[in-house]
T-cell receptor, first 112, second 116 residues
């Protein structure tokens, strides 16, 4: 039972390149989230999916797109990477509004 | 609008000393409050949560937090620090909205160092 699995763990991109971060869960939770973590900034929500078939913008959605492929998978795409997107990206899941988030171990992305 | 403020980006204590990490929130409706811990190169893990039941909440690893509505605070404490408590701690606030936590707001985090 892996919980939340993120791939890749590390990635280096050049400015303008594209990539997709993958997230998969085996806990059958309805809601999935993408956060970015930057030093001194805490976690900021990029996009979330309350349930299969729906997605909504969070606090910092610009430069990103998401796809809720099915109940298990939620991907985050950078179409044209910028140095400002250098960050650690976390996928998280939850069952209900008041239940805690379960996090993956993160993807460390560097854009040069 | 909801917000959460963690006082002190870095806190250092000696092993065996009291740990106190401060969190104040702003919410126009009754809040749900969480403390998460992050160890190096890992995701966040839930320490404890307040969801309008008892105001003193006990969590894992000997941590507890008290919800004080009059002070809009949810400070995290542990009577005696261990070296293994060294990590970054995040306070977060939300209210139940549409069955998701799309409005979960995290504080900026407090790094706890424990000196031998």
């Amino acid at each position: 039972n892996a919980g939340v699995t993120q791939t890749p763990k590390f990635q280096v991109l050049k400015t303008g390149q594209s990539m997709t971060l993958q997230c998969a869960q085996d806990m059958n939770h309805n809601s999935m989230y993408w956060y970015r973590q930057d030093p001194g900034m805490g976690l900021r929500l990029i996009y979330y999916s309350a349930s299969e078939g729906t997605t909504d913008k969070g606090e910092v959605p610009n430069g990103y797109n998401v796809s809720r492929l099915n109940k298990r998978e939620f991907s985050l795409r950078l179409e044209s990477a910028a140095p400002s997107q250098t960050s650690v990206y976390f996928c998280a899941i939850s069952d209900r509004g008041d239940s805690p988030l379960h996090f993956g171990n993160g993807t460390r992305l560097t854009v040069t | 609008a909801q917000s959460v403020t963690q006082l002190g980006s870095h806190v250092s204590v000696s092993e065996g000393a009291l740990v106190l990490l401060r969190c104040n929130y702003s919410s126009s409706v009754p809040p749900y409050l969480f403390w998460y811990v992050q160890y190096p190169n890992q995701g966040l893990q839930l320490l404890l949560k307040y969801t309008s039941a008892a105001t003193l909440v006990k969590g894992i690893n000997g941590f507890e937090a008290e919800f004080k509505k009059s002070e809009t605070s949810f400070h995290l404490t542990k009577p005696s620090a261990h070296m293994s408590d060294a990590a970054e701690y995040f306070c977060a606030v939300t209210f139940v909205y549409g069955g998701s936590q799309g409005n979960l707001i995290f504080g900026k985090g407090t790094k706890l160092s424990v000196k031998p």
